[in-house]
């Protein structure tokens, strides 16, 4: 099945550079399209349009398995509008349903308490299947550790990785 990951935050310098870190990952050539991943970038775009573009991208393709949205923050105006925040939910529930596929979501934590962001933060976490925290090793800012925080089926072990010199992770 297709992957489609939306970005909408990054440059789109940056958002080329996550491009090619994930063919490289995946083992594909970086110079060509694949025909399994669709990016797209929406940092210039309103709120209400990124969710246009994703639903426009979900009607006119069938074959998607897995969304990534790295940024779910911006598909809102107030992050801690519980109104819109329930509106953003039940539309990636209503994509999950009639697309039949599984949408990963990016939401950076408060930085003061480490909880997630605002109402959305809220709702996504009653209605996640699993919820994990990516996090900056305190004894060496080099590594990232990998830990679950909400789990409904089978939790997995913490685990910690870095970037190395050609931009990969390693664990």
């Known amino acids: 099945q297709r992957i489609l990951y ?19 990952l995946a083992g594909l050539p970086t110079d060509t399209d694949s025909s399994n991943l669709d990016f797209l970038c929406l940092r210039e775009y309103s709120p209400a349009t990124r969710i246009q573009v994703i639903e426009y991208a979900l009607s006119q393709n ?19 509008n519980a109104g819109e925040s329930t509106v953003v939910i039940n539309k990636m529930m209503e994509w999950s349903s009639r697309y039949d596929l599984h949408i990963h979501c990016v939401l950076h934590q408060n930085k003061a308490d480490n909880n997630v962001r605002g109402h959305i ?4 976490n009653n209605k996640a299947e699993t919820v994990i925290v990516v996090r900056r090793c305190e004894a060496d800012t080099n590594v990232s550790e990998v830990s679950p925080m909400h789990i ?5 072990n913490t685990f910690a990785f870095r970037i190395n010199e050609e931009g990969l992770p390693e664990v």
Do not use: A, P, W
Request: hydrophobic share 35%; proline share 0%; aromatic share 6%.
């Open 152 to 156: 409904r089926e089978k939790e997995f």
């Open 62 to 80: 069938d074959s998607y398995g897995l969304v990534i949205i790295d940024g779910i923050r911006d598909l809102l105006v107030d992050i801690n």
């Open 6 to 24: 939306v970005d909408t935050e990054q440059s789109r310098y940056h958002c080329h550079k996550v491009l090619e870190r994930i063919l490289r």
């Open 121 to 124: 933060g809220t709702e996504m």
